[in-house]
């Protein structure tokens, strides 16, 4: 009698221990944000500028895969801010995405509102920032997400693990340098730096004293997760004589290969393994513009900081330490070196592309002019205001309102869902493009899609003003980039050389200067998606379109109801 109640003692004791183990596998965080003016030298003036915590970046936030965030956002600051999980999926959590009047109306200042999502099968390095106008400038901080405990990376595990955010700095408050160019229709200053991890580095005025610095043992093998934070400038990354072997991007497993030099757009993340296999010494790590666009200026300074070898420092006197090496990088045009890169990313084993298409898009994504009087508010290109478009509509966002807001319950009259699917005129995309062509219209055009619905989009650069490369943000999903090239897309000719057996997947495709890139993924979460250049240059002129995915039949395939403490306009 009493044996057998200790058996059956034991037992529960046993298999409380695995719920145990099961359910502490998955963790909860949470953490405060305090958004907040915060005053900051840099290029020998102090400045204030928006911060997360008065740290800039801000505080990193390191996860593991499964585990939950909760974030309370506390608006100190003189400005409307949101905060958005770049690449998180938010599956089933829609009004914890975070652009400002498209899932939620602005943090008012003094408000508050608290983020809730968990992370669902995603691995590798995300980000967040500010979703606000261009509070981003300074406003971001990395997304760590670890494997499961207990589970390994596939690739040999790193000796160290270092988040490298690149940043680009003015010499002014970022919110006057857009609302000067708002005035103007002209394009906006361009950046006097760029950072990583918030300094810029040796060559710039008055930052030696507080360049970044790693050090390492030789031998030691190091993750670098790579995130490309600045705001309008698409960036090369390079380190002195060190190869580096990438092993993942956006989140996602890539299949390795080793490279010199890395192009991240704004919005990307990239993971690479360095082995610190050379002479003991001090190497610069430098990142500096790809600047695609013809005749329109651009900051083509240099960001550095150090790898420093821990023996190098030991071998030296005090003071006495070599002058790093500085990296070769690529010009700043270069589109051969970029194409060369981003066309050798393959995902690590088959992956399930959806192979039929029901909803088959194509997008012009470009720049284009609105013809304006002579003055003051005229000061683009030749009496005209820059705007960008996506299909020829300029995407202008609600006031009143946000469109996840207005979808669910059914706000008439804030947006219109007739985005075209198609551009409406067909022209030579890539060529001369005739000016009657270049004026865009305004509107808040959405595209609907059905649940489940398995999307293909061809996303077009066009000529107008110049072919540039643009970064395409898709939230709410990441989908995978089955094709790219140059020229104009030609669906009878690209068609068969499709990658669906082992196309990457990313939340961000850098669309080719001059070309096309072909993306594929299901529409399994309900919601208003952004989708839009992450130039934010280029978005605050329009260039963006907004997917409403329809909800589902089943259980779970709802918008749930907003969180009560959601803000108001
Ligand atoms: C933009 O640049 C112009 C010319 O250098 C300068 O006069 C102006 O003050 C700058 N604007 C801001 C907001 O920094
Ligand atoms: C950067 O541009 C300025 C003019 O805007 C030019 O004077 C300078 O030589 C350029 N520097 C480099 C490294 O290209
Ligand atoms: C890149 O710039 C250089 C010098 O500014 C120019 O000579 C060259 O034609 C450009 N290359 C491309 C591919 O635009
Ligand atoms: C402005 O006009 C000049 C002279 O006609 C022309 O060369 C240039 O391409 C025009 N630029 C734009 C952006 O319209
Ligand atoms: C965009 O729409 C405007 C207004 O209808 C038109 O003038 C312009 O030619 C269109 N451009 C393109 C590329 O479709
Ligand atoms: C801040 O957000 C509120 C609510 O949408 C809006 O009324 C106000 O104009 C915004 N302020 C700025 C400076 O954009
Ligand atoms: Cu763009």
Redesign the pocket.
Known sequence: MKDSKFCLNLWCNVLFLILLVTFTNAETHYHEFVVQATAVKRLCRTQNIITVNGQYPGPTLEVRNGDTLVVKVINSAQYNATIHWHGIRQMGTPWADGPEYVTQCPIQPGAAYTYHFTVKNQEGTLWWHAHSRWLRATVFGALIIYPKLGVSYPFPQPTTEIPILLGEW????PM??LR?ALFTGAAP?VSDAYTINGQPGDLYRCSNRDTTKFFVDSGDIILLRIINAALNQQLFFTVANHKLTVVGADAAYTMPFTTRTLMLGPGQTTNVLLTADQTPGRYYIAARAYASARNAQFDNTTATAILEYKSALCSARKGFLSKPTLPQLPAYNDTATVAAFTTQFRSPSNVKVPIEIDEDLFLTVGLGFVNCNPGPQCQGPNNTRFAASMNNVSFVLPSTTSLLQAYYQGIPGVFTTDFPAVPPIKFDYTGSVSRALWQPTFGTKLYRLKFGSRVQIVLQDTAIFSTEDHPIHLHGYHFYVIAQGFGNYDSGQETANFNLIDPPKRNTIDVPAGGWAVIRFVADNPGAWLMHCHIDSHLTWGLATVFLVENGAGQLQSIESPPADLPPC
């Open positions: 003015w010499n002014s408050d006057d340098v000067q200053n």
